[in-house]
């Protein structure tokens, strides 16, 4: 029964993936599941998963494979037909979406799959060293705090049947002092591999509500992807008008301003980030950029450019700027980028007109394997 079961659960959870990668690029334009992520699962809505069963109808029916026919005739529907919108009102429910917990991780591997994304190529020499710790055996000393209930209770138990105080009609075990069992361990240390998400957004009158919105769906997906790579993920947020400031992540997706737009101060800012707390020899650095494309000014442009030929793009695995249509922007930022770096393989550049421009640009973004 237990291997019938598991059976079971195996086809459906099969069942649950092929339907998560028909409607993969449905799942990447919504924005309601993100709100629904826990630490190691999120739930996703999953329609239309029916589940072949008997059905038995009244007793007044007739047995069963009696009544008027013949063999091999087709059982074809009655003359109403459901949905056509000619019923009464009826009291039975309808069909509903299922909602099913599906692993981050196993997301991440769906997503890898239908956008045939590559494995990413870790970089730096030096390793992250991280602490573990090992059970390896049990003790008959220890700290209380590491007491072994189980075996503790199987020596009580062995202690009292070889003494013959066992009883099985009154099965009460206490152990004492010389039955108790404690856990042993030891400490690994084991090599990591971090990486770091530099969010970098403008947050000027022209980024309305709707740009931010788009800007909130895809980053989740980028950092479900690039936790998939990396056993350590850290994630560092900057706004930007005129004026750049780093922010929780709250606050960088809720923030609007209504000042101008210098680009260059969010690159000042993410360079110095970068030099302080995340070396080239141990990170792996991903810096992702949002606006409109709407600068200040070519003279700060060229600055910016300056900034991730100079100091930005020696220091990172890829520098990634995604330009989200807004009614308000210019739009020329991408345009000089691809002017002056679109040859380097270390940017990637997408440009966002809507929701149904999310599942490409994540493809623009992660294609490269960097």
């Not at 195996?10 to 993936?17: G, P, T």
């Not at 993969?24 to 993100?34: A, D």
């Not at 075996?151 to 062995?158: G, H, Q, S, V």
Request: charged fraction near 30%.
């Amino acid at each position: 029964m237990s291997l019938r079961i598991d059976q079971d659960h195996s086809r459906f959870k099969q069942i649950v993936r092929g339907k998560i990668k028909q409607n993969l690029k449905q799942y990447v334009q919504q924005g309601e599941m993100i709100g629904k992520k826990g630490k190691e699962f999120i739930s996703i809505p999953v329609p239309f998963i029916d589940v072949p069963r008997f059905k038995f109808g009244s007793r007044e029916q007739g047995g069963v494979g009696q009544g008027d026919g013949e063999e091999g005739q087709s059982l074809g529907q009655g003359q109403e037909q459901p949905g056509d919108g000619q019923g009464k009102a009826g009291e039975n429910e309808g069909q509903h979406v299922l909602e099913v917990d599906v692993a981050i991780d196993e997301l991440a591997q769906i997503l890898g799959e239908e956008l045939q994304l590559p494995n990413i190529e870790h970089r730096g020499s030096e390793k992250i060293v991280t602490t573990k710790i090992k059970y390896t055996g049990v003790h008959s000393i220890g700290p209380e705090s590491l007491k072994h209930f189980k075996r503790t209770y199987r020596e009580a138990l062995k202690r009292q049947i070889s003494m013959g105080t066992y009883n099985p009609d009154n099965p009460v075990i206490i152990p004492i002092r010389e039955d108790r069992r404690y856990r042993t361990y030891k400490l690994q240390n084991l090599p990591q591999t971090n990486a770091v998400i530099l969010y970098m957004m403008d947050v000027s009158g022209s980024m309305g509500d709707e740009q931010k919105e788009i800007v909130r769906i895809e980053s989740f997906w980028l950092d479900t992807w690039l936790r998939h790579q990396y056993k350590g993920l850290e994630s560092r947020y900057i706004i930007h008008d005129a004026v750049a400031r780093e922010v929780d992540r709250d606050t960088f997706f809720h923030t609007r301003e209504s000042g101008g737009t210098m680009i260059s101060s969010a690159y000042k800012l993410c360079r110095d980030i970068i030099k302080a707390d995340y070396p080239i020899s141990s990170w792996n650095v991903y810096p992702f950029h949002f606006s409109d494309g709407d600068n200040w000014s070519a003279d700060d442009t060229r600055g910016c450019i300056d900034l991730l030929k100079g100091d930005i793009l020696a220091n990172v695995n890829q520098f990634a700027y995604g330009q989200v249509e807004s009614p308000y922007g210019s739009g020329q930022f991408i345009k000089d980028l691809r002017e002056h770096l679109g040859g380097d393989e270390r940017v990637a550049l997408s440009e966002i007109a809507d929701k149904d421009g999310i599942y490409g640009s994540i493809k623009d973004f992660l294609g490269k394997g960097r």
